[in-house]
């Protein structure tokens, strides 16, 4: 057994879990609460620079400089949820009087819907990558794929394509949606193309377009995701009618997560009427003025925000599939229940990881031929969710120090587990102390999991200036008690692991 997985299974005494708990959850809530305190003192401040809106709350002004939550509720508003409900009523209709053409009328009406919001030209650009990859993967070579691919995504940067592609539209939004669109369309491209050729379907060639036609207009997944495998989609898509539920279950399902998507929606749209973290954030002078504990629960608020709205943008999505019978990946897991960068990679956007590991990780060799092989493998899977991002600096430093980080992890877990350091700590390390020893470790690795994550979310400046105040100007005052929370929040996310609830 690996000291990961002995740890795990360790009971410990329920009042020090208890005391892990009530620490962890208090913590969280004085952080938020000192955060709240900064944002109302320098309100003034931060609505001259950076212009709050009205609040949908009374008595609260709401910050909107996160862009990818803007962008999306205004889309949501404008088309994006009268078209998924229309996707569901479709999908309802078409189960109870014509299941045999249930597919069919589903891509159609996801081609429609497409056009209706990217226009006729904006489809034409998926429609022209599409058929690019599908001709280059009737080749059966790997390789060309992976090149075509590659020269497609690079395409999406390309300035002069970039303007032609904005006067389409008349807002920008419009062309960041075709953007969105077309990098995640891509990630499906990839996997019908690897999936074809290692396994040459035997269908015709119109069969296999119609599916992949399909695959990347279903439209529940098409603008943002989540990412699910050809080979699953196809293979779930196919299931015979008489397997779907006809009961009540589906009317129950749809109302009780439809009610948690609200919850969600009502719980981040909180967190951004109380705490105006996107506008401190971009703001140096506001960082450096930040009290300890409001400069901890900023770093809280960014990613507990970024893990909400993620349980939003993928919830609805998820739940129209789930309801087609197409199985989508599990939804983010809380991270402040995570601790480390295996684990979240591994939980938070499952479906990107499985792709990554299926098509990029195993392919290169993995871990099957020896630890250079593995580290060159997850380098450049790494590599390539910077390029799919868009490649810029911030996101090259982000991905630099998620590979370190996994590499530090998997390496000490290697070292932990070798012939030679397990019977050692099994002789001399009881299993709670050695769970406790693993929390240890993991508030460190999670210390530099949530640095990683403020350079996705804010940029370099903001990590530079946590380090700066945490580490160096604070590595005898501030550091040792954010470690302290940091590790009752590992013991709060073994809990949660080995003995849910």
Not at 152 to 175: A, C, D, F, M, V
Not at 253 to 259: A, N, W
Not at 315 to 336: E, F, H, I, Q, Y
């Amino acid at each position: 057994m690996t000291s990961k997985g002995r740890a795990q299974l360790a009971r410990l005494p329920r009042p020090e879990v208890l005391v892990y708990w009530v620490l962890s959850f208090g913590s969280h809530l004085y952080s938020f609460y000192q955060v709240h305190q900064f944002s109302k003192e320098h309100e003034a401040g931060i609505q001259r620079e950076f212009h709050l809106e009205k609040g949908l709350f009374k008595g609260f002004k709401r910050d909107p400089l996160d862009f990818e939550w803007s962008f999306w509720t205004d889309w949501g508003r404008k088309s994006l949820l009268w078209t998924l409900a229309g996707h569901g009523v479709l999908s309802g209709l078409m189960n109870i009087f014509c299941p045999k053409l249930r597919v069919p009328a589903l891509t159609l009406y996801g081609f429609l819907a497409a056009s209706s919001v990217l226009g006729i030209k904006g489809v034409s650009v998926v429609l022209v990558h599409l058929g690019l990859n599908f001709s280059v993967a009737k080749v059966q070579k790997p390789a060309l794929s992976w090149v075509c691919n590659l020269l497609l995504l690079s395409s999406l940067h390309i300035k002069p394509l970039q303007e032609i592609q904005r006067g389409w539209y008349e807002t920008e939004e419009e062309h960041y949606l075709l953007l969105f669109s077309t990098a995640v369309c891509g990630l499906r491209f990839v996997s019908f193309s690897l999936e074809h050729c290692w396994s040459p379907l035997d269908r015709g060639g119109a069969v296999q377009l119609c599916w992949l036609f399909s695959y990347t207009f279903y439209h529940p997944f098409f603008y943002n995701g989540p990412i699910i495998l050809y080979k699953d989609y196809i293979e779930q898509m196919q299931r015979p009618a008489e397997e779907s539920d006809r009961n009540g279950a589906a009317l129950r399902y749809l109302v009780l997560r439809s009610g948690r998507i609200i919850l969600w929606w009502c719980l981040a749209e909180c967190l951004i009427h109380t705490m105006y973290m996107h506008s401190i954030q971009s703001n140096e002078t506001y960082l450096e003025m930040l009290p300890p504990w409001a400069l901890g629960g900023l770093a809280l608020a960014l990613v507990q925000f970024f893990y909400v709205k993620y349980l939003v943008l993928f919830g609805l999505p998820s739940m129209l599939a789930t309801m087609d019978k197409v199985l989508p990946p599990k939804l983010p897991r809380c991270v402040s229940i995570m601790h480390g960068f295996t684990e979240m990679w591994r939980h938070f956007d499952e479906g990107l990881y499985r792709w990554l590991i299926r098509y990029i990780y195993l392919p290169l060799g993995g871990s099957r031929h020896g630890q250079l092989c593995k580290m060159a493998s997850t380098g450049l899977a790494f590599g390539y969710v910077c390029l799919w991002h868009g490649g810029h600096g911030y996101l090259q430093l982000w991905a630099l120090m998620n590979w370190a980080g996994v590499l530090v992890e998997n390496g000490l877990k290697s070292l932990l587990s070798s012939s030679f350091i397990r019977p050692l700590i099994e002789q001399n390390i009881s299993a709670a102390n050695e769970r406790r020893c693993f929390a240890f470790l993991s508030a460190f690795s999670t210390a530099m999991l949530i640095l990683s994550n403020l350079v996705f979310l804010g940029g370099t400046h903001i990590a530079r200036i946590f380090w700066k105040r945490v580490f160096i100007q604070g590595w005898s005052t501030v550091a040792p008690p954010m470690l302290a929370f940091l590790y009752c929040f590992a013991q709060v996310g073994l809990e949660w692991n080995s003995h849910p609830p």
